[in-house]
């Protein structure tokens, strides 16, 4: 697993780094202390943030560049003896319920038993939605507007799709990419122009086509030169016409071996949908790879420009436009009590204008 607690009774977890592990630990018993087997050597311990068992950081301190071999990360797995010094009792029954166990696929559609787990995914979602949507947006190409990024949180809200087994927070934003059925993309924007291979696809498509960074269509780009070379008005939305053109991912998740740093995949196929049919005809394939540690180091990497002056108000601007998209999806299901992360940041800066 890619998340630890300190205590049975902790509130929330933390993604595993070696930083964030010794730092809330301070290397200190009971967390850090050694086996009971001779010759003893280290044991890292900590809590499962879902079935409250006791868990085992491995690859913790080692020495690195042995037999020139990259650094694995650290990663969890579950200790299954009572830790007194944690308050621990070993439960069986838990363990054999906890998500955070086996190899759970991503399509698995499983549901997850603990509530409270549910909930933590949930919380994440608001808290770290801007962050879910850069992860999709470089990954996949495109930037997710506000309106097909809301249609996705609807779906794998409403659907309870974030209370899936191999919803994890560590894969949070596949997650939502996986789970998140057929979407129209006409009028999105390409992210960046790393990805033209995908534009040469849409170009070469029956009727759509690349308006700079935007994916437009033949139908509208007809109708804006007719409008130039008659000098009509324009209607002021786009009018893409009859046809579509989607997204939507395959079945299969392939799940990497994280001890061998191998990477997850599936596959996102775009389709055009000639006058609008339920089944398209598949323009363009693409494999999205990501690794279990890609979104909790984007999670770092955001808060990082929080903290920068010049980037602070645009960030928190992002954070909060983001995060009230899920929020208003979440809200009605999370504990009246709590909160997201960025609503006091959000009344500060509108008391201050
Ligand atoms: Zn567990």
Excluded at 56 to 72: F, K, Q, S, T, Y
Excluded at 104 to 125: G, I, M, T, Y
Excluded at 237 to 260: C, I, Q, S, T
């Amino acid at each position: 697993m890619d998340i630890f607690a300190l205590y049975p009774t902790s509130p929330g977890y933390d993604f595993i780094t070696e930083d964030t592990y010794f730092q809330k630990t301070q290397r200190r018993f009971p967390w850090a202390t050694h086996t009971k087997s001779l010759p003893k050597s280290p044991l890292y311990l900590a809590t499962c943030p879902e079935c409250k068992n006791a868990i085992e950081i491995r690859e913790l301190d080692r020495v690195r560049g042995e037999n020139e071999r990259a650094p694995m990360e650290p990663f969890g797995k579950h200790y299954q003896h009572n830790v007194p010094g944690l308050d621990i009792i070993y439960d069986q029954a838990k363990y054999d319920n906890c998500s955070l166990r086996a190899k759970v696929s991503l399509s698995s559609s499983e549901p997850r038993l603990s509530q409270a787990f549910n909930d933590e995914v949930l919380k994440l979602l608001v808290n770290e939605a801007a962050v879910v949507r850069e992860v999709l947006a470089t990954t996949v190409g495109i930037g997710f507007g506000d309106r097909l990024f809301e249609s996705m949180l609807k779906t794998f809200i409403e659907q309870g799709r974030y209370r899936c087994k191999g919803v994890m927070p560590s894969n949070l934003p596949f997650a939502l990419l996986y789970w998140t059925e057929s979407q129209w993309i006409t009028g999105q924007y390409i992210s960046s122009e790393k990805h033209v291979e995908m534009e040469c696809a849409i170009e070469n498509s029956l009727h759509f086509c690349m308006s700079g960074r935007q994916i437009s269509s033949k139908h509208w780009r007809d109708k804006q030169s007719a409008a130039a070379r008659d000098k009509t008005p324009l209607p002021s939305r786009p009018d893409w016409g009859p046809h579509r053109l989607a997204f939507f991912m395959g079945k299969r998740v392939v799940r990497g071996d994280e001890r061998k740093g191998e990477k997850n995949h599936m596959t996102l196929t775009l389709t055009e949908h000639t006058n609008n049919k339920p089944t398209g005809n598949p323009i363009y394939k693409k494999k999205i790879s990501y690794s279990n540690n890609h979104f909790p180091n984007a999670i770092r990497a955001f808060e990082r420009r929080m903290s920068k002056p010049e980037e602070a108000a645009e960030t928190l601007a992002k954070r909060i436009r983001a995060g009230k998209l899920a929020y208003s999806y979440a809200k009605h299901l999370l504990p009246d009590t709590w909160r997201p992360n960025w609503e006091d940041e959000e009344g500060a800066r509108l008391d201050a204008s």
